[in-house]
C-alpha cells in the first residue's frame, strides 16, 4: 500500500524538463505567427505599392463606346419605287456596289430622248450658221457694188417713169383739145340735123368722133394715173436700193454677226450637250446603289412609295470600318498622346481589344452640342470636362465584325 502511493506521487510529480520544452513551443509558434504577419504585411505593402506605381502608368474610363460611319442612302430625284432588292432589309449583310433599290425611269428615259433630240437639231443649227461665216464672207466685198449698181438703175428707171408720165400728160392735152373740138362740131351738127339741114348720118359721124375722142381722153387719164405708180414704185424702188447700199456698206459688221451667230450656235450646242448629260444623270439615279459594305438599318421605302429628292430611304452602316469613342475627364489628358496602346474591354462579349489613341479631341463634347454652356452670367460651377478621345482599333482585333457602333466599352490608355 505505501509502496502504491509512493509511486504514484512520482508519476504526478512536475518534470522540469518538459515543461521548459513545451514552453519553448509556444515561443516558437509565436515567433513564426508574427513572422508571417510581417511576410504577409511587407507582401502586401510591396504589392500595393507595385500597383500604385504601375496605375500610375494608366487612364482608364467607362465613358466609351464603339463609333461608326452611317451611310444614309436617300433619292435625288422624285419618283415611284418600282424595285426594292430582298436582301436590303434590316439587320441584313449588303456589299458595296449592289443595286439596292429602283425608281421607275420612264419619265427620265423620255427627258433624254427629248434632250438628245434637241441636241440634233442644235448641232444642224450650228452648221448652217458656220457655212454662213465664209458666203458672208465672198459677199463682203459683191455686195456694195451690186448694191450701187441696182441703185443706179433704180434712179434710171425713174427718169424714164417720170419722161413717160410727161409724154402721157402731153398727150392728154392733145386729146383734150381733139376732144373738145369733136364735142362742138357734134353739137352744131346735132342743131343743123334737127333742122334737116344735114344728113342723119352726117351727125352719126361727127358723134361717133366725139365719142372716140372722148374715149381717148380716158385712156389718157388712166394712162398717166399708171405713169405715176410707176414713178412711184421706181422712187421707191430706189429707196429700198439706197437701204440695200447701206447694208452693203456694213458688210464686215454683218460678217462678224455671222460669225457671232456661229459662235452662239456652237454655245448652244454645248448647252443642249450639257442638258442630255443631266437627263442621263437623272435616269441613273433612279437606280440607288450601296456605297459601302455593311448592314442595312432603319429601311423606310417598299415598292409604290413615292419618294422626294433628299428624303432618306434606309441606311448601311459599314461595321469594318469602325472605332472607339472614349470621353476622358480633362485631368486625365495631361501624359496622352496619340500613338499610345489601349486596351478595350467589350462587355458585349467579356474580351479585349487591342488599339491606339489616334487622335485628341479639339474641344470638350459640351461645346459640341445644340446649346452650349455660356459662363459668362457669373452663375460658375466648375465641372470637370470630358473630351473625347479617339482610339482606332488594330487590324485584325474583330475579324468577324462584332463590334458594332453603340456597344458599350471600357478603355485603358497606357500613359508613359
Known amino acids: 500500500m505505501a509502496a502504491t502511493?509512493?509511486?504514484?506521487?512520482?508519476?504526478?510529480?512536475?518534470?522540469?524538463?518538459?515543461?521548459?520544452?513545451?514552453?519553448?513551443k509556444v515561443i516558437l509558434s509565436k515567433w513564426i505567427v508574427r513572422g508571417i504577419g510581417a511576410i504577409v504585411l511587407i507582401g502586401a505593402a510591396v504589392a500595393g505599392t507595385m500597383f500604385w506605381l504601375d496605375a500610375r502608368h494608366f487612364e482608364t474610363t467607362d465613358d466609351?463606346?464603339?463609333d461608326g460611319h452611317f451611310a444614309a442612302l436617300s433619292t435625288r430625284i422624285e419618283g415611284t419605287v418600282v424595285w426594292v432588292n430582298p436582301n436590303a432589309e434590316n439587320d441584313?449583310?449588303?456589299?458595296?456596289?449592289?443595286?439596292l433599290l429602283q425608281l421607275d425611269p420612264r419619265d427620265f428615259e423620255v427627258a433624254l430622248e427629248r434632250?438628245?433630240?434637241?441636241?440634233?437639231?442644235?448641232?444642224?443649227?450650228?452648221r448652217g450658221a458656220q457655212l454662213e461665216v465664209p458666203i458672208a464672207d465672198a459677199a463682203a466685198f459683191s455686195q456694195l457694188h451690186s448694191a450701187e449698181a441696182?441703185?443706179?438703175?433704180?434712179?434710171?428707171?425713174?427718169?424714164?417713169?417720170?419722161?413717160?408720165?410727161?409724154?402721157?400728160?402731153?398727150r392728154l392735152e392733145q386729146d383734150q383739145a381733139v376732144a373738145g373740138r369733136a364735142e362742138r362740131d357734134r353739137v352744131r351738127y346735132q342743131a343743123l340735123v334737127e333742122k334737116r339741114e344735114i344728113s342723119r348720118s352726117a351727125y352719126d359721124s361727127r358723134e361717133t368722133e366725139s365719142i372716140a375722142a372722148a374715149q381717148t381722153v380716158e385712156t389718157d387719164f388712166a394712162t398717166i394715173a399708171a405713169d405715176e405708180r410707176k414713178v412711184a414704185q421706181s422712187r421707191s424702188l430706189v429707196e429700198q436700193r439706197e437701204a440695200q447700199v447701206a447694208s452693203?456698206?456694213?458688210?464686215?459688221?454683218?460678217?462678224?454677226?455671222?460669225?457671232?451667230n456661229s459662235a452662239t450656235a456652237q454655245g448652244a450646242i454645248e448647252q443642249a450637250l450639257a442638258e442630255v448629260h443631266a437627263a442621263e444623270l437623272n435616269l441613273s439615279y433612279t437606280k440607288v446603289y450601296a456605297p459601302v459594305s455593311g448592314v442595312v438599318g432603319h429601311k423606310t421605302v417598299e415598292p409604290g412609295h413615292r419618294v422626294q429628292p433628299g428624303q432618306t430611304v434606309l441606311t448601311v452602316v459599314p461595321v469594318d470600318d469602325i472605332w472607339v469613342t472614349a470621353n476622358f475627364k480633362e485631368t486625365q489628358l495631361h501624359h496622352m498622346r496619340p500613338g499610345q496602346p489601349v486596351t478595350l474591354h467589350a462587355d458585349s462579349f467579356d474580351r479585349d481589344y487591342r488599339g491606339v489613341v489616334e487622335d485628341m479631341a479639339g474641344a470638350s463634347g459640351p461645346l459640341f452640342s445644340l446649346f452650349p454652356p455660356e459662363n459668362a452670367t457669373g452663375n460658375y460651377v466648375?465641372?470637370?470636362?470630358?473630351?473625347?478621345?479617339?482610339?482606332?482599333?488594330?487590324?485584325?482585333?474583330?475579324?468577324?465584325?462584332?463590334l458594332r457602333p453603340g456597344m458599350s466599352i471600357e478603355a485603358k490608355v497606357r500613359v508613359d
Open 150 to 170: 441696182a441703185h443706179q438703175e433704180a434712179l434710171e428707171a425713174v427718169e424714164t417713169a417720170q419722161a413717160d408720165l410727161l409724154g402721157a400728160r402731153h
Open 5 to 24: 502511493t509512493t509511486v504514484n506521487e512520482l508519476h504526478e510529480a512536475p518534470n522540469p524538463t518538459k515543461s521548459e520544452n513545451e514552453a519553448g
Open 382 to 402: 466648375k465641372i470637370i470636362q470630358r473630351f473625347p478621345v479617339r482610339v482606332h482599333i488594330d487590324k485584325g482585333q474583330d475579324p468577324g465584325h462584332d
Open 64 to 66: 466609351a463606346q464603339v
Open 248 to 260: 452693203a456698206r456694213t458688210a464686215p459688221q454683218q460678217l462678224q454677226n455671222a460669225r457671232e
Open 92 to 99: 441584313h449583310s449588303v456589299k458595296a456596289g449592289d443595286l
Open 115 to 126: 434632250a438628245k433630240a434637241n441636241l440634233k437639231v442644235r448641232e444642224a443649227q450650228a
